[in-house]
T-cell receptor, first 110, second 112 residues
Framework: RKEVEQDPGPFNVPEGATVAFNCTYS??????FFWYRQDCRKEPKLLMS???SGNEDGRFTAQLNRASQYISLLIRDSKLSDSATYLC???????????FGSGTRLQVQP | DVKVTQSSRYLVKRTGEKVFLECVQD?????MFWYRQDPGLGLRLIYF???????EKGDIPEGYSVSREKKERFSLILESASTNQTSMYLC???????????FGPGTRLTVT
């Protein structure tokens, strides 16, 4: 079983739609959680951290459910520029490194 | 702005060759990482380093070694390249602790 699992998609949504991605992690001791964004043929970049109480950054909302070991990302009012692959990332408590999911691809259509 | 640079964007090598991939960061970050990224598998950690001359194995260290002689530079070495090491290689750096990782643009390595 992968440590971090994501639906690979693609999610094809029209502009203005609301879309949500989920991610599950297997290590109950994982401490920190992030969403990274990777544009086609580009390097990953941090989108947002995920806090226990949930957090929002503009049109993006991240939630963490420790009991069920999943993280979610909600994007409201999708823009064409949101088209990218979204990577779910958790920390590995045994070492100072991150574990990445394989990503969910989002394609926003005009 | 943090900048992480990698020595080549594209590289083609033959099976059995020794391959050096160089990574340099300009923000005095303590931690540096090497990943490979393959379709459907995501980013997988090869090696990382949290200080000069320190290194730790990641999830897939076999067939690779690393060198960190200076804080800003982290090298990935393929001792004897094989076709299953054809991949996108990404270097990253971060401050001490669980901070944001900054990635380089990647090196697409093809081993024939």
């Amino acid at each position: 079983r992968k440590e971090v699992e994501q639906d690979p998609g693609p999610f094809n949504v029209p502009e203005g739609a609301t879309v949500a991605f989920n991610c599950t992690y297997s290590n109950s001791a994982s401490q920190s959680f992030f969403w990274y964004r990777q544009d086609c043929r580009k390097e990953p970049k941090l989108l947002m951290s995920v806090y226990s109480s949930g957090n929002e950054d503009g049109r993006f909302t991240a939630q963490l459910n420790r009991a069920s070991q999943y993280i979610s990302l909600l994007i409201r009012d999708s823009k064409l520029s949101d088209s990218a692959t979204y990577l779910c990332v958790v920390t590995d408590t045994g070492r100072r490194a991150l574990t990445f999911g394989s990503g969910t691809r989002l394609q926003v259509q005009p | 702005d943090v900048k992480v640079t990698q020595s080549s964007r594209y590289l083609v090598k033959r099976t059995g060759e020794k391959v050096f991939l160089e990574c340099v960061q300009d923000m005095d970050h303590e931690n540096m990482f090497w990943y490979r990224q393959d379709p459907g598998l995501g980013l997988r950690l090869i090696y990382f380093s949290y200080d000069v001359k320190m290194k730790e194995k990641g999830d897939i260290p076999e067939g690779y070694s690393v060198s960190r002689e200076k804080k800003e530079r982290f090298s990935l070495i393929l001792e004897s390249a094989s076709t299953n090491q054809t991949s996108m290689y990404l270097c990253a750096s971060s401050l001490q602790g669980w901070h944001e990782q900054y990635f380089g643009p990647g090196t697409r390595l093809t081993v024939t």
